[in-house]
């Protein structure tokens, strides 16, 4: 099983601040690399899939970069709305592993 | 736009059987092109993908679950189910139905629903 691991656990951060979030493989992944978001009381949804490519909707502040088993995910200018928990998922190999999330907090 | 809920009991006794259903609207779980998936949640953690589906009723499930596992697909109700066999404690969490792209990233989620194993 591929694990991930994302770091820092926790991202303490200002509105309009850049946040740059870690993850990686225990062994290549090439490019089947999603991003999730998750806020209190939702379930996950899709940022990122392709290690990449934005999901419908999602803003420009949202970038994904990385391959094998390195990968990051950038928001630009954080929002109110992007304080939340990330987690990153690889979908290479069975079974597909999730990481253990990163949390963006307000500093 | 597709959505996806789940129904099922909220409260299961140890040893008894899970039994959810993720009923699909906005799209046919008949298509090709997507998978058909549950993942849990254990409380204030990660994470955990359980299995999925494919329309032709193919399966696959997370080895770290063994055989308690089962998946199926009720085209007629547009719906899918899990059941998962032999509960502890350990299995309470919340649980989603989701849709899987082809290639394995979801991009359609269920909105979660508690399950808590407990006598």
């Known amino acids: 099983e591929i694990v991930l691991t994302q770091s820092p656990g926790t991202l303490s951060l200002s509105p309009g601040d850049r946040a740059t979030l870690s993850c990686r493989a225990s062994?290549?992944?090439?490019?089947?690399l999603a991003w999730y978001v998750q806020k209190p009381g939702q379930a996950p949804s899709l940022l990122i899939y392709?290690?990449?490519s934005r999901a419908t909707g999602i803003s420009d502040r949202f970038s994904g970069s990385g391959s094998g088993t390195d990968f990051s995910l950038t928001i630009s200018r954080l929002e109110p709305e992007d304080f939340a928990v990330y987690y990153c998922?690889?979908?290479?190999?069975?079974?597909?592993?999730f990481g253990g999330g990163t949390k963006v907090d307000i500093k | 736009q597709v959505q996806l809920q789940e129904s099922g009991p909220r409260l299961v006794k140890p040893s008894q059987t899970l039994s959810l259903i993720c009923n699909v609207s906005?799209?046919?779980?008949?298509?090709?092109?997507?998978?058909w998936s549950w993942i849990r949640q254990h409380p204030g953690k990660g994470l955990e993908w359980i299995g999925f589906?494919?329309?032709?009723?193919?399966?696959f499930h997370n080895p770290s679950l063994k055989s308690r596992v089962t998946i199926s697909l009720d085209t007629s109700q547009n719906h899918f189910s899990l059941k998962l066999a032999s509960v502890t404690v350990a299995d309470t969490a919340v649980y989603y139905c989701?849709?899987?792209?082809?290639?394995?990233?979801?991009?359609?989620w269920g909105q979660g629903t508690l399950v808590t194993v407990s006598s």
């Open positions: 589906i494919y329309y032709s009723g193919s399966t």
């Open positions: 062994q290549s992944v090439t490019s089947f």
């Open positions: 392709g290690a990449s």
């Open positions: 906005g799209g046919s779980i008949s298509g090709s092109g997507y998978y």
């Open positions: 998922q690889q979908y290479g190999h069975s079974p597909h592993t």
């Open positions: 989701a849709r899987v792209h082809s290639s394995g990233y979801i991009g359609h």
